[in-house]
């Protein structure tokens, strides 16, 4: 009995010490700056098993048999690291891995957030554009103030201005209606409606990190309104560096930047805020007694607080902005004296909250939430528009990142509602549109040089019905130089009286969207792209090619009823836009070109009658020159050109070219900027009319050129 006692307690210990199972932590971080790589890549040899680094650059393999293994670790833009390992490990602590950067400069190796399935540009099928790292920063000293440069320099993008005096501005991609481009803020929507024609000129660049476009039907990422496309705005979070940066800016037009952004991590809990004030006084460079550019003064606000534990991290901020803008009459501005005004104020304030909780080691679930409360008074001589828009969005996901797939399925919920000041003459616009959405999305790496990116959304609108939206893309790595992606889905639009040719009327006279019988918006849409890269020496060459087509059914159009009201209705028709974008970079040295083509060949079909879409150039060449020395010294040259386009009355304006000049030199701790902005001076009111009538009571035209000329800004940055 002894015997047979101390055999099954010898199998027992043998089976637990067969059987003995350890956990492998690792954090991987920048070698130089410690910053915690997410979404850094780990691979466990010989199981092939495949995990994702966290937020916070952790990465964690449960219940792993002890015995020896090969770590493979991989993060874009960094040397590959390969370690072997024995478990069970000598000591708990987490493996720490220092990453070193590639030397080379990769322009792919970024990763995009805007597709949902965070992967890097050059493993997306969807084709997205980047801005960010040193263009992001020149860029923001041409126009520390807002974010409407940053966007109209790129290929495919037009900010057109909707107000001759107040500067008012919507994004046009592919030559759509800005009403088409949905904008978003760290993946929340919080930009449209009421406030979309401000948004632009209310966002400082300071506090990004990088911004996404994607363009084309993408409305099956997240919901409605991205028809043309979308443009997803990355704040920057806390690392283990404290960053306290300050932009003091001014220029010659009589604006004045001042921001500032701090952020730091304190072991579990980081901290953002980011602060500016931003102003300028009226500004007429043609003298024709009305503003290029308003008088305005704004301040905002953002704090964002996030707190990491060891599976769950969360997020949460508030932003709000105030601003008071006027343009019209320098007489009325100035003298307090007779003449047309247009004067904008606005309050928005804004809620932002997100937590993910990993559930293993390559699923979690997220959730998001924002609250938007928009209030903007919009006052004319003999008329005012007072509403105030309120607008949530709530979010739930699950994600699951494989070694071949990924996963992301999960329901939203966005509301909308609108309340008017009786204003005694316009019927009240009053809305309530409630917005509940499911969705599913897919990632599949079908091959080692084929990936398969899928998604089908289904939204319900409580006014205007169901909208099904499905969505594919595929990329193909013919070698290591050459990519295509093909692509295409569909989009839709809530009826809305938010356009810019309401825009452009101050909303006088416009009546309510009639729920009964307006309906939504659709469209689809097809994008294919070529990339091809290659060094030829110390040359670097880049070529990206893409075609375009969107259709868009249905869409609404503002006409004339009884009474000389007018109204928002479906046309009896479709507009379609197609052409293409070509962009060529050209590294040297310490040289870089940017060469850029955008066609678009936008019409519309109303009536069985083709038209060119009013306000959208069929031809524009975009031109950069940078000469860089590597934190010392950046100057730039650009010129740009827009060939003519059709207005809304039916004539054309004309074509013209717009050059700057930027240069910056660098310190270790700060540096200064100058900027010559459109120092040929090429103003519409220099070829053409940019109003009809008196200052009393102008008429105005399209504006479809720069109306506020050649503008010298300059100022100082400061790095603690």
């Known amino acids: 009995m002894k015997h047979i006692v101390f055999a099954a307690l010898f199998l027992l210990v043998g089976s637990c010490a067969a059987n003995a199972q350890s956990t492998i932590k690792i954090i991987v971080q920048n070698s130089k700056t410690k910053e915690p790589l997410s979404a850094a890549t780990a691979k466990l040899m010989p199981f092939n098993k495949t995990a994702i680094a966290d937020s916070l650059g952790v990465i964690v393999f449960e219940k792993v048999p002890n015995g020896a293994y090969t770590l493979s670790i991989s993060y874009v833009g960094c040397i590959d690291q390969t370690i072997n390992i024995t478990t069970p490990l000598i000591s708990d602590t987490a493996l720490h891995v220092l990453m070193e950067e590639i030397e080379e400069e990769e322009e792919e190796d970024v990763i995009v957030t805007a597709t949902r399935i965070s992967r890097t540009i050059a493993n997306t099928p969807t084709r997205t554009e980047v801005i960010s790292?040193?263009?992001?920063?020149?860029?923001?000293?041409?126009?520390?103030?807002?974010?409407?440069?940053?966007?109209?320099?790129?290929?495919?993008?037009?900010?057109?201005?909707?107000?001759?005096?107040?500067?008012?501005?919507?994004?046009?991609?592919?030559?759509?209606?800005?009403?088409?481009?949905?904008?978003?803020?760290?993946?929340?929507?919080?930009?449209?409606?009421?406030?979309?024609?401000?948004?632009?000129?209310q966002i400082a660049p300071?506090?990004?990190?990088?911004?996404?476009?994607?363009?084309?039907?993408?409305?099956?990422?997240?919901?409605?309104?991205?028809?043309?496309?979308?443009?997803?705005?990355?704040?920057?979070t806390p690392t283990d560096n404290r960053e306290l940066n300050f932009l003091s800016n001014a220029t010659t037009a009589g604006g004045i930047d001042l921001s500032g952004f701090y952020s730091e991590k304190y072991g579990k809990v980081g901290l953002t805020v980011f602060t500016s004030r931003n102003s300028n006084r009226a500004f007429d460079p043609a003298a024709i007694g009305l503003t290029a550019i308003p008088k305005f003064e704004r301040y905002t606000i953002n704090p964002r607080l996030f707190i990491y534990a060891n599976k769950t991290t969360a997020d949460v901020g508030v932003t709000y902005i105030s601003e008071n803008r006027?343009?019209?009459?320098?007489?009325?501005?100035?003298?307090?004296?007779?003449?047309?005004?247009?004067?904008?104020?606005?309050?928005?304030?804004?809620?932002?909250?997100?937590?993910?909780?990993?559930?293993?080691?390559?699923?979690?679930?997220?959730?998001?939430?924002?609250?938007?409360?928009?209030?903007?008074?919009?006052?004319?001589?003999?008329?005012?528009?007072?509403?105030?828009?309120?607008?949530?969005?709530?979010?739930?996901?699950?994600?699951?990142?494989?070694?071949?797939?990924?996963?992301?399925?999960?329901?939203?919920?966005?509301?909308?509602?609108?309340?008017?000041?009786?204003?005694?003459?316009?019927?009240?616009?009053?809305y309530n549109l409630n917005t509940f959405g499911v969705f599913i999305q897919n990632a599949w790496s079908v091959h080692e040089n084929i990936t398969i990116e899928t998604g089908l959304r289904g939204d319900y609108v409580n006014e205007f019905g169901f909208e099904l939206l499905p969505r594919i893309s595929t990329m193909f790595k013919i070698s290591q130089k050459l990519t295509t992606r093909i692509g295409g889905g569909y989009g839709y639009k809530p009826p809305t009286i938010f356009t810019e040719d309401a825009e452009r009327r101050q909303f006088s006279s416009i009546l309510p969207i009639d729920m009964i019988n307006a309906r939504n918006e659709r469209s689809k849409g097809l994008n294919w792209d070529i990339n091809y890269k290659t060094k030829i020496g110390e040359l670097g060459f880049s070529f990206n090619q893409l075609f375009f087509y969107t259709q868009l059914a249905r869409p609404l159009?503002?006409?004339?009823?009884?009474?000389?009201?007018?109204?928002?209705?479906?046309?009896?028709?479709?507009?379609?836009?197609?052409?293409?974008?070509?962009?060529?970079?050209?590294?040297?040295?310490?040289?870089?070109?940017?060469?850029?083509?955008?066609?678009?060949?936008?019409?519309?079909?109303?009536?069985?009658?083709?038209?060119?879409?009013?306000?959208?150039?069929?031809?524009?060449?975009?031109?950069?020159?940078?000469?860089?020395?590597?934190?010392?010294?950046?100057?730039?040259?650009?010129a740009y050109y827009f060939s003519k386009q059709r207005l809304s009355d039916g004539?054309?304006?004309?074509?013209?070219?717009?050059?700057?000049?930027?240069?910056?030199?660098?310190?270790?701790?700060?540096?200064?900027?100058?900027?010559?902005?459109?120092?040929?001076?090429?103003?519409?009111?220099?070829?053409?009319?940019?109003?009809?009538?008196?200052?009393?009571?102008p008429i105005f035209r399209d504006i479809y050129a720069p109306v506020d000329g050649f503008v010298i800004n300059g100022g100082i940055k400061i790095r603690l």
Do not use: C
């Open 557 to 638: 159009v503002l006409n004339n009823t009884a009474g000389f009201n007018l109204a928002f209705e479906n046309a009896n028709g479709s507009i379609d836009t197609k052409g293409m974008e070509t962009n060529i970079r050209l590294t040297y040295a310490d040289f870089k070109l940017f060469i850029g083509y955008t066609y678009t060949n936008a019409n519309t079909h109303f009536d069985n009658t083709k038209q060119w879409l009013p306000l959208t150039a069929r031809h524009r060449l975009n031109n950069v020159l940078m000469y860089e020395i590597e934190d010392k010294l950046k100057l730039g040259l650009e």
């Open 651 to 697: 004539s054309f304006g004309k074509s013209y070219w717009i050059t700057g000049f930027m240069a910056e030199k660098l310190w270790e701790k700060w540096s200064v900027f100058i900027n010559f902005e459109n120092f040929t001076d090429t103003r519409q009111s220099k070829f053409d009319k940019v109003f009809t009538g008196s200052i009393q009571d």
């Open 326 to 430: 006027t343009g019209g009459s320098m007489n009325y501005i100035n003298n307090n004296g007779t003449g047309f005004y247009e004067k904008n104020d606005t309050k928005r304030f804004t809620t932002q909250f997100g937590i993910k909780h990993r559930l293993t080691e390559i699923s979690n679930i997220q959730f998001k939430n924002s609250f938007s409360r928009f209030n903007r008074a919009l006052l004319i001589p003999n008329y005012f528009f007072d509403a105030l828009q309120q607008s949530s969005f709530s979010e739930l996901t699950w994600n699951k990142n494989g070694s071949n797939s990924d996963w992301v399925i999960g329901t939203n919920l966005v509301t909308e509602k609108l309340t008017e000041v009786p204003n005694g003459i316009d019927r009240k616009r009053d």
């Open 206 to 236: 300071l506090d990004l990190k990088q911004v996404e476009v994607i363009k084309g039907a993408a409305s099956t990422l997240f919901g409605g309104g991205a028809i043309a496309g979308l443009v997803n705005l990355v704040s920057k």
């Open 133 to 201: 790292g040193e263009e992001l920063t020149e860029k923001g000293n041409m126009k520390p103030g807002d974010i409407r440069m940053l966007l109209n320099e790129s290929t495919g993008i037009q900010t057109q201005q909707t107000s001759a005096t107040s500067y008012n501005a919507g994004i046009r991609i592919q030559g759509l209606d800005g009403r088409y481009t949905q904008l978003l803020r760290d993946g929340y929507p919080m930009y449209g409606g009421f406030a979309s024609s401000l948004s632009l000129l």
